[in-house]
Protein backbone atom coordinates (compact mmCIF):
# COMPACT_ATOMS: atom_id res chain seq x y z
CA UNK A 1 0.00 0.00 0.00
CA UNK A 2 2.98 1.87 0.87
CA UNK A 3 4.08 1.94 -3.19
CA UNK A 4 0.52 2.64 -4.38
CA UNK A 5 1.26 4.33 -8.28
CA UNK A 6 -1.30 4.56 -11.30
CA UNK A 7 1.29 4.79 -13.92
CA UNK A 8 -1.01 4.96 -16.43
CA UNK A 9 -2.39 8.00 -18.48
CA UNK A 10 -6.42 8.81 -20.50
CA UNK A 11 -6.72 12.08 -21.45
CA UNK A 12 -10.66 12.32 -20.65
CA UNK A 13 -12.94 14.77 -21.28
CA UNK A 14 -12.64 16.40 -17.80
CA UNK A 15 -8.67 16.27 -17.75
CA UNK A 16 -6.15 13.57 -17.32
CA UNK A 17 -7.06 10.65 -15.68
CA UNK A 18 -4.75 8.50 -13.83
CA UNK A 19 -5.43 4.71 -13.64
CA UNK A 20 -3.30 1.19 -13.45
CA UNK A 21 -4.43 -2.39 -13.65
CA UNK A 22 -3.08 -5.90 -12.23
CA UNK A 23 -3.88 -9.63 -12.96
CA UNK A 24 -3.25 -11.60 -15.60
CA UNK A 25 -4.04 -10.14 -19.47
CA UNK A 26 -6.26 -13.40 -20.11
CA UNK A 27 -7.69 -13.33 -16.51
CA UNK A 28 -11.88 -12.35 -16.25
CA UNK A 29 -11.68 -8.37 -15.93
CA UNK A 30 -13.56 -6.83 -12.93
CA UNK A 31 -13.29 -2.63 -12.41
CA UNK A 32 -12.87 -1.11 -9.21
CA UNK A 33 -14.58 2.80 -8.49
CA UNK A 34 -13.67 4.44 -5.56
CA UNK A 35 -15.96 7.36 -4.15
CA UNK A 36 -15.27 10.97 -2.68
CA UNK A 37 -13.78 12.03 -0.82
CA UNK A 38 -11.17 9.30 -1.98
CA UNK A 39 -8.95 7.55 -4.35
CA UNK A 40 -8.24 3.78 -5.54
CA UNK A 41 -5.93 4.21 -2.37
CA UNK A 42 -9.22 2.46 -1.06
CA UNK A 43 -8.69 -0.68 -3.53
CA UNK A 44 -5.25 -1.17 -2.15
CA UNK A 45 -6.05 -4.29 -0.50
CA UNK A 46 -8.76 -5.68 -2.42
CA UNK A 47 -7.30 -5.23 -5.95
CA UNK A 48 -3.80 -7.06 -5.59
CA UNK A 49 -5.85 -9.98 -4.03
CA UNK A 50 -7.99 -10.04 -6.69
CA UNK A 51 -5.17 -10.24 -9.32
CA UNK A 52 -3.43 -13.63 -7.43
CA UNK A 53 -6.31 -15.02 -7.81
CA UNK A 54 -6.80 -15.09 -11.49
CA UNK A 55 -8.49 -11.56 -12.38
CA UNK A 56 -7.73 -8.69 -14.81
CA UNK A 57 -8.00 -5.95 -12.18
CA UNK A 58 -8.28 -2.01 -13.73
CA UNK A 59 -8.49 0.84 -11.22
CA UNK A 60 -8.21 4.62 -11.79
CA UNK A 61 -8.54 8.02 -9.90
CA UNK A 62 -11.46 10.11 -11.23
CA UNK A 63 -10.83 13.22 -12.67
CA UNK A 64 -10.37 15.74 -9.70
CA UNK A 65 -9.62 13.06 -7.24
CA UNK A 66 -6.12 11.04 -6.59
CA UNK A 67 -3.23 11.47 -9.02
CA UNK A 68 -5.53 12.57 -11.73
CA UNK A 69 -5.65 16.34 -12.58
CA UNK A 70 -6.91 18.87 -10.82
CA UNK A 71 -8.07 22.03 -11.89
CA UNK A 72 -9.96 25.13 -12.11
CA UNK A 73 -13.23 24.94 -13.75
CA UNK A 74 -13.10 21.33 -14.02
CA UNK A 75 -16.19 19.57 -14.09
CA UNK A 76 -16.08 16.88 -11.61
CA UNK A 77 -19.62 16.05 -11.02
CA UNK A 78 -21.46 12.54 -11.52
CA UNK A 79 -22.62 13.24 -14.54
CA UNK A 80 -19.06 14.01 -15.82
CA UNK A 81 -17.42 10.81 -14.04
CA UNK A 82 -20.20 8.75 -15.66
CA UNK A 83 -19.48 9.84 -19.42
CA UNK A 84 -15.47 9.62 -18.43
CA UNK A 85 -15.85 5.61 -17.21
CA UNK A 86 -17.85 5.01 -20.34
CA UNK A 87 -14.80 6.57 -22.36
CA UNK A 88 -12.56 5.25 -19.96
CA UNK A 89 -13.92 1.89 -20.59
CA UNK A 90 -13.95 1.86 -24.47
CA UNK A 91 -9.84 2.78 -24.65
CA UNK A 92 -9.73 -0.34 -22.31
CA UNK A 93 -11.47 -2.11 -24.93
CA UNK A 94 -12.73 -3.95 -22.27
CA UNK A 95 -15.84 -6.76 -23.14
CA UNK A 96 -18.82 -6.89 -20.03
CA UNK A 97 -16.27 -6.71 -17.09
CA UNK A 98 -17.53 -7.63 -13.47
CA UNK A 99 -17.52 -3.81 -11.93
CA UNK A 100 -17.13 -2.86 -8.10
CA UNK A 101 -18.06 0.16 -6.67
CA UNK A 102 -18.04 2.08 -3.48
CA UNK A 103 -19.89 5.26 -2.50
CA UNK A 104 -20.03 7.88 -5.34
CA UNK A 105 -18.73 5.37 -7.88
CA UNK A 106 -21.57 3.49 -7.14
CA UNK A 107 -23.56 6.30 -9.09
CA UNK A 108 -20.78 6.39 -12.02
CA UNK A 109 -20.97 3.01 -12.65
CA UNK A 110 -25.15 2.77 -12.34
CA UNK A 111 -25.07 6.33 -14.67
CA UNK A 112 -22.54 4.29 -17.07
CA UNK A 113 -24.57 1.29 -17.18
CA UNK A 114 -28.05 2.61 -17.23
CA UNK A 115 -27.38 6.10 -19.31
CA UNK A 116 -24.46 5.60 -21.28
CA UNK A 117 -25.01 1.66 -22.05
CA UNK A 118 -21.82 0.50 -20.61
CA UNK A 119 -22.37 -3.64 -20.51
CA UNK A 120 -21.17 -5.14 -17.30
CA UNK A 121 -21.03 -8.91 -16.61
CA UNK A 122 -22.12 -8.21 -13.04
CA UNK A 123 -22.03 -5.56 -10.60
CA UNK A 124 -21.14 -4.76 -6.82
CA UNK A 125 -21.86 -1.97 -5.26
CA UNK A 126 -20.46 -1.37 -1.46
CA UNK A 127 -22.01 1.21 0.54
CA UNK A 128 -23.06 3.15 -2.61
CA UNK A 129 -24.83 6.92 -2.87
CA UNK A 130 -27.60 5.62 -4.96
CA UNK A 131 -30.83 6.91 -3.12
CA UNK A 132 -32.19 9.94 -2.47
CA UNK A 133 -32.13 11.54 -0.27
CA UNK A 134 -28.41 12.11 0.57
CA UNK A 135 -25.96 14.68 1.48
CA UNK A 136 -24.86 15.47 5.20
CA UNK A 137 -25.18 19.28 6.43
CA UNK A 138 -20.90 19.49 6.05
CA UNK A 139 -21.86 18.50 2.11
CA UNK A 140 -24.69 21.65 2.17
CA UNK A 141 -22.92 23.86 4.54
CA UNK A 142 -19.42 23.49 2.31
CA UNK A 143 -21.61 23.69 -1.21
CA UNK A 144 -23.04 27.26 -0.35
CA UNK A 145 -19.62 28.52 0.69
CA UNK A 146 -17.13 26.51 -1.39
CA UNK A 147 -14.86 29.94 -2.14
CA UNK A 148 -15.02 30.47 1.15
CA UNK A 149 -13.79 26.90 2.92
CA UNK A 150 -11.00 27.47 -0.20
CA UNK A 151 -9.44 30.06 1.52
CA UNK A 152 -8.97 28.26 4.61
CA UNK A 153 -5.47 28.80 6.62
CA UNK A 154 -3.32 25.09 5.25
CA UNK A 155 -3.24 23.80 8.63
CA UNK A 156 -6.83 24.03 9.46
CA UNK A 157 -8.42 22.75 6.11
CA UNK A 158 -5.60 19.34 6.52
CA UNK A 159 -7.22 19.30 10.26
CA UNK A 160 -10.81 19.27 8.41
CA UNK A 161 -9.95 17.06 5.80
CA UNK A 162 -8.67 14.36 7.79
CA UNK A 163 -11.34 14.44 10.10
CA UNK A 164 -13.82 14.37 7.72
CA UNK A 165 -12.32 10.91 5.83
CA UNK A 166 -11.71 9.35 9.67
CA UNK A 167 -15.05 10.13 10.39
CA UNK A 168 -15.91 7.32 7.31
CA UNK A 169 -14.18 4.67 9.34
CA UNK A 170 -15.77 2.22 12.28
CA UNK A 171 -12.58 0.85 13.13
CA UNK A 172 -10.48 3.90 12.45
CA UNK A 173 -7.96 4.60 10.04
CA UNK A 174 -4.24 3.53 9.94
CA UNK A 175 -2.23 6.35 10.23
CA UNK A 176 -0.63 5.28 6.67
CA UNK A 177 -3.99 5.02 4.79
CA UNK A 178 -5.14 8.23 6.65
CA UNK A 179 -2.41 10.32 5.31
CA UNK A 180 -2.28 8.70 1.47
CA UNK A 181 -6.59 9.54 1.44
CA UNK A 182 -5.81 13.23 2.87
CA UNK A 183 -2.40 14.39 1.34
CA UNK A 184 -4.16 14.82 -2.48
CA UNK A 185 -6.02 17.67 -1.28
CA UNK A 186 -3.70 19.31 1.21
CA UNK A 187 -1.45 21.54 -1.27
CA UNK A 188 -3.17 24.52 -2.94
CA UNK A 189 -4.56 22.66 -6.23
CA UNK A 190 -6.10 19.99 -4.22
CA UNK A 191 -7.23 22.16 -1.23
CA UNK A 192 -9.28 23.96 -4.07
CA UNK A 193 -10.15 20.50 -5.69
CA UNK A 194 -11.78 19.33 -2.38
CA UNK A 195 -14.47 22.13 -2.09
CA UNK A 196 -15.02 21.60 -6.07
CA UNK A 197 -16.33 18.36 -5.72
CA UNK A 198 -18.23 19.17 -2.83
CA UNK A 199 -19.77 21.97 -4.36
CA UNK A 200 -20.72 19.90 -7.78
CA UNK A 201 -22.07 17.09 -5.44
CA UNK A 202 -25.97 17.26 -6.76
CA UNK A 203 -28.68 14.96 -6.13
CA UNK A 204 -30.05 15.19 -9.49
CA UNK A 205 -27.69 12.74 -11.17
CA UNK A 206 -28.89 9.83 -8.62
CA UNK A 207 -32.61 10.98 -9.02
CA UNK A 208 -32.21 10.43 -13.11
CA UNK A 209 -31.46 6.81 -12.61
CA UNK A 210 -32.71 5.48 -9.39
CA UNK A 211 -36.34 5.13 -11.10
CA UNK A 212 -34.13 2.85 -13.59
CA UNK A 213 -32.96 0.28 -10.80
CA UNK A 214 -36.06 -2.16 -11.51
CA UNK A 215 -35.21 -2.32 -15.09
CA UNK A 216 -31.50 -3.67 -14.53
CA UNK A 217 -30.77 -7.11 -15.98
CA UNK A 218 -27.48 -8.14 -14.49
CA UNK A 219 -26.42 -10.05 -11.24
CA UNK A 220 -25.74 -7.48 -8.82
CA UNK A 221 -24.59 -7.96 -5.17
CA UNK A 222 -25.15 -4.78 -2.57
CA UNK A 223 -22.79 -4.81 0.20
CA UNK A 224 -22.78 -2.86 3.26
CA UNK A 225 -20.78 -2.24 6.12
CA UNK A 226 -23.34 -2.11 8.92
CA UNK A 227 -22.18 0.75 10.83
CA UNK A 228 -22.10 3.41 8.39
CA UNK A 229 -22.59 6.27 10.01
CA UNK A 230 -22.20 8.46 6.35
CA UNK A 231 -25.40 6.43 4.63
CA UNK A 232 -27.78 4.17 7.20
CA UNK A 233 -27.53 0.42 6.65
CA UNK A 234 -31.45 1.35 6.10
CA UNK A 235 -30.22 2.69 2.56
CA UNK A 236 -29.17 -1.07 1.71
CA UNK A 237 -32.32 -3.16 2.33
CA UNK A 238 -34.02 -0.30 0.48
CA UNK A 239 -31.45 -0.38 -2.76
CA UNK A 240 -31.66 -4.03 -2.78
CA UNK A 241 -35.63 -3.88 -2.55
CA UNK A 242 -35.27 -2.05 -6.23
CA UNK A 243 -33.38 -4.05 -8.18
CA UNK A 244 -34.29 -7.63 -9.38
CA UNK A 245 -32.68 -10.81 -7.51
CA UNK A 246 -30.53 -8.37 -5.75
CA UNK A 247 -27.99 -10.10 -3.36
CA UNK A 248 -27.65 -8.12 -0.11
CA UNK A 249 -24.55 -8.85 1.94
CA UNK A 250 -24.10 -6.79 5.42
CA UNK A 251 -20.71 -6.84 7.00
CA UNK A 252 -20.75 -6.28 10.66
CA UNK A 253 -17.89 -4.21 12.15
CA UNK A 254 -17.16 -1.89 9.13
CA UNK A 255 -18.26 1.68 8.59
CA UNK A 256 -18.46 3.35 5.41
CA UNK A 257 -15.48 2.42 4.11
CA UNK A 258 -15.86 -0.87 4.33
CA UNK A 259 -12.73 -1.61 1.68
CA UNK A 260 -9.99 -0.53 4.65
CA UNK A 261 -12.10 -1.31 7.54
CA UNK A 262 -12.99 -4.70 6.90
CA UNK A 263 -11.29 -5.73 3.38
CA UNK A 264 -10.71 -9.77 4.47
CA UNK A 265 -14.82 -9.67 4.77
CA UNK A 266 -15.42 -7.57 1.50
CA UNK A 267 -12.95 -9.74 -0.36
CA UNK A 268 -14.76 -12.77 0.36
CA UNK A 269 -18.03 -11.59 -0.33
CA UNK A 270 -17.03 -10.29 -3.92
CA UNK A 271 -15.16 -13.61 -4.60
CA UNK A 272 -18.23 -15.95 -3.60
CA UNK A 273 -20.05 -13.23 -6.24
CA UNK A 274 -17.69 -13.09 -9.13
CA UNK A 275 -17.26 -16.65 -9.40
Known amino acids: MDA ?34 FSSYVWGEIAPA ?7 VFFWDMPGYGASEKAEGQDVSLAA ?3 VFAELMEHWQVSAPSVVAHDF ?16 RRLALVDPV ?14 ENAPVFEQLPPALHRALVQEY ?37 DQRYTDEVQKLYPGIG ?24 LIPDARLRIIPGAGHLVPLDAPAQLLAALLEFLT
Open 4 to 37: WQLGKVFESRSGEVRWERFGPADGEPVVLLHGTP
Open 50 to 56: LAAGGHQ
Open 81 to 83: QGL
Open 105 to 120: GGCVALRAHLLHQVSY
Open 130 to 143: ALAPWGSPFFRLVG
Open 165 to 201: IGSASHRGLRSDAAEALTAPWTDRTGQAAFYRQIAQA
Open 218 to 241: IPVTVCWGEEDSWIPVAKAHELAS
